[in-house]
Nanobody, 122 residues
């Protein structure tokens, strides 16, 4: 079982930045692809970004390209999401997820964190 704990969410003004972190409980983190998803109230969960186990490949949603950067530190069992130029429409609960392979689909990830709230004010 892999436990994931997100942190770093909060309230920020439009144009600001936040860095989300997701700490994994086990050393299998280094063999897992990691993804970030988000869900706004009344909306479906959406893909944001993903990174493969070696950090050699990254995927981004169109809404995240150029503003968000996903990275990982396998020595710390942690994945990050640096979010810059935040917009009110980025407001959502952000979840990290772990899976066997990098994917845009949430169904490909086996383990999920509890989420961290990001609120961007206009």
């Amino acid at each position: 079982q892999v436990q994931l704990v997100e942190s770093g969410g909060g309230l920020v003004q439009a144009g600001g930045s936040l860095r989300l972190s997701c700490a994994a409980s086990r050393r299998t983190f280094s063999t897992s692809a990691m993804g970030w998803f988000r869900q706004a109230p009344g909306e479906e969960r959406d893909f944001v970004a993903a990174i493969d186990r070696s950090a050699g490949s990254t995927y981004y949603a169109d809404s995240a390209k150029g503003r968000f950067t996903i990275s990982r530190d396998n020595a710390k069992n942690t994945v990050y999401l640096q979010m810059n130029s935040l917009k009110p429409e980025d407001t959502a609960v952000y979840y990290c997820a772990a899976g066997r392979r990098i994917s845009y689909s949430g169904g490909s990830y086996n383990y999920w964190g509890q989420g961290t709230q990001v609120t961007v004010s206009s």
